[in-house]
């Protein structure tokens, strides 16, 4: 090499140290069998109101550090955490499910160079989130099939009936933690078991009359909104010809690029589950065999009358208060994350108000979403008197209406699903009566986030998702 070509290259590292050396994507290493999956079929869930419930997950992400790299692995970890994190909820929010991290990372240091399906077995004896979904990153993982001598590198894996996920922090896609997210609510990738290959029995037609009846129940990922396919791409494209491009009855196969359970070569195509996908995976959340320990959903409280002799209210992550508070000494609310009054809480005169967080997962730093002091009067809880926004979901511009009882000096800024403020939209003095904003949100990249206006005394929030 010429000696310019070294000192260029010395310069790019030292622009660029987090930038791995290649920018290959792995494809997944998460293998069903069919008895595997014939038994997360059969405990599925009974619930008759699965489908329209709202399920709130908590994930637990565990880091392993190889020790002689340990400062631009938490920095890449660093970087692309939001990205994914963004992502998952962007896809899956569709269904009605939401992702919350613990803001506490867990470091592994150690010397290995890998995770592997047994390491990440030995390390979540100790390691594990009790009521979480526990997701292992490294620098590299491997998957190891009982048949193989050595394992292969991938861009993670799931594991069966366990609730731990492993993802590569560098050989990865923002869609890869959606993907083995999936592979954890019993999905399979679209063209069916296993992880390579091409060939399908699934047929084209769902009504074909030579075909066998729920043909689409029986072969590929076993649900039928989802178009047969054989697994043969051309980047985003079909890239079957000839007989490898028509199923066993001669109709041509039109398989979805878009679909992240795909093994579509270009990553970018990939962007979403389809309405079935979903629907199974809210039937496996409310099962018998949900390993994702949907405890926040579970104890999500809805408190829709008056208050009167009630204390200790507990809820997670969210309180959702429509109430007034009378007559009572003091009414106490409790929640994990954060605490929500919407429009229509009030307290009467002389009626005591306290909040407090309850710990779930270590190190969880939560906000709390109601005025600051104890005590509370009725003038002050109604400072602000409503807070709305359109469109929601929205993809740049945000229509903000908000009413005051009085005049107040407020904040108008937006939250994270950590409780990070990612943008501070105003701050100033408002005359009491109606007001509207028009704002350019368009620098916010996909996901969840809250909109907050608050006084010196009370806070409004309004849950917001971010589209392209």
Not at 41 to 60: H, Q, V, W
Not at 80 to 106: H, Q, T, W
Request: net charge negative; charged share 20%.
């Amino acid at each position: 090499m010429k000696q310019h070509s070294k000192k260029l290259l010395a310069a790019l590292l030292l622009l660029f140290p987090l930038m791995p050396l290649t920018a290959q994507v792995l494809e997944c290493g998460t293998d069903f069998t069919d008895q595997q999956l014939d038994s997360l079929e059969m405990d599925m869930g009974s619930d008759p109101d699965y489908a329209s419930k709202t399920y709130r997950l908590l994930l637990k992400h565990h880091v392993y550090v190889n020790n002689n790299n340990i400062q631009a692995t938490k920095d890449a970890f660093n970087n692309m955490l939001p990205v994914y994190i963004n992502k998952a909820n962007e896809i899956y929010n569709r269904g009605n499910i939401e992702f919350i991290s613990c803001p506490e990372i867990d470091y592994i240091y150690g010397n290995w160079n890998f995770l592997d399906e047994g390491r990440v077995k030995d390390l979540s004896k100790s390691h594990n989130e009790n009521g979480a979904i526990d997701i292992y990153w490294a620098a590299s993982v491997q998957s190891k099939k009982w048949w193989q001598q050595q394992g292969e590198e991938v861009s993670g894996f799931a594991e069966y009936n366990k609730a731990q996920v492993a993802i590569s922090i560098y050989k990865s896609h923002p869609t890869t933690l959606s993907h083995e997210l999936g592979h954890h609510f019993s999905l399979v990738h679209t063209f069916g078991n296993g992880n390579g290959g091409t060939g399908t029995e699934e047929l084209v037609r769902r009504d074909h009359p030579l075909s066998t009846i729920g043909n689409c129940r029986l072969y590929g990922d076993r649900i039928c909104d989802t178009p047969a396919d054989p697994n043969i791409w051309n980047g985003c494209l079909f890239g079957g010809a000839g007989d490898n491009a028509k199923d066993a009855y001669g109709d041509y196969y039109n398989p979805d690029p878009s679909n992240i359970m795909s093994y579509v070569p270009t990553k970018n195509c990939k962007k979403a589950l389809s309405d079935g996908q979903l629907d199974r995976v809210k039937k496996f959340l409310s099962g018998n065999n949900n390993t994702a320990k949907d405890e926040l959903s579970r104890r999500v409280l809805t408190l829709t009358n008056d208050i009167s002799n009630r204390a200790d209210i507990y809820s997670a992550p969210y309180i959702v208060a429509s109430n007034k508070i009378a007559g009572t000494p003091l009414v106490e609310y409790r929640g994990v994350m954060k605490i929500t009054l919407l429009p229509g809480f009030s307290a009467a005169s002389g009626s005591n108000f306290k909040a407090n967080l309850v710990p779930f997962c270590e190190g969880f730093d939560a906000r709390i979403h109601n005025p600051s002091q104890d005590d509370i009067n009725e003038s002050e809880v109604e400072k602000i008197s409503t807070l709305e926004v359109s469109p929601n979901p929205f993809s740049s511009i945000l229509n903000v209406s908000f009413s005051l009882n009085e005049s107040t000096y407020t904040k108008l800024s937006v939250q994270n699903v950590y409780g990070q403020e990612v943008l501070n939209l105003e701050e100033a003095m408002h005359e009491k009566g109606n007001h509207r904003k028009q704002l350019d949100v368009s620098s916010l990249p996909p996901g969840i986030y809250f909109l907050d206006l608050k006084d010196n005394s009370s806070l409004k929030t309004v849950k917001l998702v971010k589209t392209y």
